[in-house]
């Protein structure tokens, strides 16, 4: 670690409100379960278990992480990972490489906490390797500020080997969206199966653009991808969901549901494209406001209007 | 003791009369049913007494406990002890069976929720964290739909079918639910097109054609069941009957 120690302390003390905000507290003092928590370019503590490796280095206005899992390592607790800002102004640049080799299976959740974001930019530029019979899960969940000074730019490259499994989950529920913008590409080879799931909540002036997109090169591949978004106050959503399929048995699903209040604005743009007649491709798209039955049913049970909404809208994102 | 009184209460939709003139009385704490086939707007008439959507532009008048309802919305009618149980219920997607019935709960309690799943005949350690959406079936809908107006405790319970969807084994459950139901004080409205349904019953009125053409004890509308016919004009042919209706 390459923390001056002046400012560890500091530093320290509210990275470990970040985690109890995150729930996290817990799991980080577990010798078994591997972390690695970094406010803004620093890495505050880190913890690895066998098998796998993670490597930091430090760059301006960033972090590079480089994680390897090695050939046939299963790493039976969930990886935590947390990255945090704990300043109001910053710009925090992820640069992460992950390689999850032959057989070997990962699982990571990670926290990304921001909670006094005035003015800050985060940046994630992610290289996924999958190898032949390998599986990563990925759950990336946020926590923002109220304040809606916050961009986010998750973007991430991901290749699937044989028969290799990618399942990865965005989730932007807490707190103000600011600006999101994913840009999620996958490409999965003969037998593989990728499984990418985005639900994002926004309100006020949050603007929130996901682009996800799959491709079906190798036989059998499969793979789906899901949205779920909600908008109110004069929140504008657009999300691009492509998969394609060029390989025969290939099988996708594309999902996308999005609920609009107040003045908000939703758009959805499937593209499904199938370049094999031995390919399938299904999508829905449902975009508008609450269900009439759903919110009437709850209503007659005695739940208010404005409560009636919110448990619908929570139970999507959930 | 009537607690809720239809008078001359008539809805059009669409420029269609849909219920005519209804003169109507639900007893405090009996069991009612509402019999008739289909479209003899027996649905329409629970609709417009919760007071959804597109059903509030009424003639006539409800009276609800001494007071006209009329002008009130579903959360206000719901408020005052009134629900519906839906023929076929609303599905949530993510919305856990435990928040469902939590919602509606008068005491806010698990214990509740949980008791109220038990009454129904579903386990609450297999039940409460699943979602009330498309995997469970609609036999297992209709369950959680009346656990849910178990735990709310109501006083006026509208249930449209309520054994549409319901195997043999688990319409003894519903059976349960309605007899449970009444023992807490409400009073009921089986809403049905079964003669089993309707037995459950004290006294039944039945609709056809937007119209009340007969009320009174089970056994005098039980003829209708037994023969199928109905004895109003309209025959089996509501929708004809609706049109030259009046
Ligand atoms: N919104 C509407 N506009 C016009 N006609 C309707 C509307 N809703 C129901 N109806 C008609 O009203 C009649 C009664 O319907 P319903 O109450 O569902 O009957 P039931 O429940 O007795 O089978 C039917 O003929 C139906 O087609
Ligand atoms: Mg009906």
Redesign the interface.
């Known amino acids: 670690m390459s923390i001056r120690i002046c400012r560890t302390k500091v530093i320290k003390m509210e990275i470990d409100d970040l985690l109890k905000l995150a729930g996290e507290d817990e799991a980080l003092k577990d010798k078994e379960t591997a972390h690695l928590t970094i406010n803004l370019n620093k890495v505050v503590s880190k913890n690895i278990v066998p098998g796998l490796h993670i490597d930091t280095e430090e760059i301006e206005d960033g972090i590079n992480v480089k994680v390897i899992v090695d050939e046939g390592i299963v790493i039976e607790k969930k990886v935590h990972m947390c990255f945090g800002v704990t300043h109001d102004k910053a710009l925090q640049k992820i640069v992460m490489e992950i390689d999850v080799k032959k057989n070997a299976k990962i699982s990571i959740l990670s926290h990304c906490i921001f909670p006094k974001a005035i003015d800050v930019k985060h940046i994630m530029d992610a290289k996924v390797r999958v190898r032949e019979g390998a599986s990563y899960s990925y759950e990336e969940k946020h926590i923002h500020s109220m304040e809606g000074g916050i961009e986010v730019y998750p973007k991430a490259e991901i290749e699937l080997d044989k028969n290799a499994r990618f399942k990865t989950e965005f989730e932007l529920i807490k707190g103000r969206v600011g600006k999101l913008d994913i840009d999620y590409e996958i490409t999965g080879k003969e037998g593989s199966v990728m499984e990418m799931t985005s639900k994002v909540s926004g309100r006020s002036d949050d603007l929130i653009k996901i682009r996800e997109a799959g491709n079906l090169i190798g036989e059998k591949a499969r793979g789906v991808l899901t949205s779920r978004v909600a908008v109110r106050g004069n929140a504008k959503a657009e999300v691009y969901n492509v998969m394609v399929a060029t390989a025969p048995y290939a099988r996708g699903h594309v999902d996308c549901k999005e609920i609009i209040q107040d003045n908000g604005v939703a758009r959805a743009i499937p593209i499904v494209e199938v370049k094999h007649p031995k390919a399938h491709i299904t999508h829905e798209a449902a975009i508008g406001s609450v269900d009439t039955k759903q919110l009437e049913t709850l209503m007659s049970r005695g739940v208010g209007e404005e409560e009636a909404v919110d448990l619908i809208i929570e139970g999507l994102l959930s | 003791m009537s607690i809720l009184e239809l008078k001359n209460l008539s809805l059009t939709l669409n420029g269609r009369k849909i219920l005519s003139n209804l003169d109507m009385d639900f007893l405090e704490g009996h069991v009612h049913a509402v019999v008739g086939p289909n479209g003899a707007g027996k649905s329409t008439l629970a609709y417009t007494i919760?007071g959804?959507?597109g059903y509030r532009n009424i003639e006539g008048d409800i009276i609800f406990g001494g007071e006209s309802i009329k002008g009130m919305?579903?959360?206000e009618?719901?408020?005052r002890g009134?629900?519906?149980g839906?023929q076929e219920?609303?599905?949530?997607?993510?919305?856990?069976v435990k928040?469902?019935i939590m919602?509606?709960s008068a005491e806010k309690s698990i214990d509740e929720v949980e008791d109220a799943l038990r009454k129904v005949g579903l386990n609450p350690d297999d039940y409460m964290n699943r979602?009330v959406d498309k995997t469970l079936s609609g036999g297992e809908r209709k369950k959680v739909?009346l656990a849910?107006?178990l735990a709310?405790r109501p006083k006026f319970v509208m249930l449209d079918e309520p054994d549409s969807g319901i195997d043999v084994s688990s319409l003894e459950k519903i059976f349960e639910g309605i007899k449970l139901l009444k023992s807490y004080g409400s009073t009921i409205v089986l809403i049905t097109h079964s003669l089993a349904v309707m037995k459950q019953a004290e006294r039944a009125f039945l609709m056809c054609g937007g119209k009340l053409v007969e009320k009174g004890g089970i056994d005098k509308i039980k003829p209708y069941f037994e023969k199928e016919c109905l004895p109003c004009e309209h025959k089996n042919l509501p929708d004809k009957g609706d049109k030259n209706g009046n």
């Open positions: 919760m959804l959507e919305g579903i959360a009618r719901a408020k009134i629900t519906l839906w219920p609303a599905r949530y997607e993510g919305l856990t928040k469902f919602a509606s979602a739909e849910s107006i709310m």
